[in-house]
C-alpha cells in the first residue's frame, strides 16, 4: 500500500518562498503521476501541480502558474512543491497524492487515489 507525507509546511510571510516535499514508500510501476492539492478554508479542494512520472509533463493550476514548480526526484520516491512570491491566498492544507490513471498529470483530482495527511501552509504579515 502507498503511503505518503507531507513535509515543509509552515508560517511564511508574503513574497516568502517555501518548499513542500512529499516522501513515499509503497511505490509501484501502477502510478502514473502524482500531484499537489490544496484546500483553503472554506472552499473545496482545488488542484495545486501534477507531474507525469514517465514523460515529466507538468501541470499547474491557473493561480500558482509562474510561482510554483513541481518536481520529483529520478528514484520517483519523492516529489517537491517549490512555492515562491506566496501570496495570503495561498493559505491552505497541502495535500499530496498518487494516480494510477495515465492522464493523472491533467490534474483532475478524482484520477488520484492515494493521499497524504497535509500541512499547513500559512501566509500572512
Known amino acids: 500500500q502507498l503511503r505518503l507525507v507531507e513535509s515543509g509546511g509552515g508560517f511564511v510571510q508574503p513574497g516568502g518562498s517555501l518548499t513542500l516535499s512529499c516522501a513515499t514508500s509503497?511505490?509501484?510501476?501502477?502510478?502514473?503521476?502524482t500531484g499537489w492539492f490544496r484546500q483553503r478554508p472554506g472552499l473545496k479542494h482545488e488542484d495545486v501541480a501534477c507531474i507525469d512520472l514517465i514523460w515529466n509533463m507538468t501541470n499547474y493550476g491557473e493561480s500558482v502558474k509562474g510561482r510554483f514548480k513541481i518536481s520529483r526526484d529520478n528514484a520517483k520516491t519523492t516529489s517537491y512543491l517549490q512555492m515562491s512570491n506566496l501570496k495570503p491566498e495561498d493559505t491552505a492544507v497541502y495535500y499530496c497524492?498518487?494516480?494510477?490513471?495515465?492522464?493523472?498529470?491533467?490534474?483532475?483530482?478524482?484520477?488520484?487515489?492515494?493521499w497524504g495527511q497535509g500541512t499547513q501552509v500559512t501566509v500572512s504579515s
Open positions: 509503497g511505490f509501484t510501476s501502477d502510478y502514473y503521476a
Open positions: 497524492a498518487a494516480s494510477k490513471n495515465r492522464y493523472g498529470a491533467s490534474c483532475q483530482r478524482p484520477l488520484f487515489s492515494d
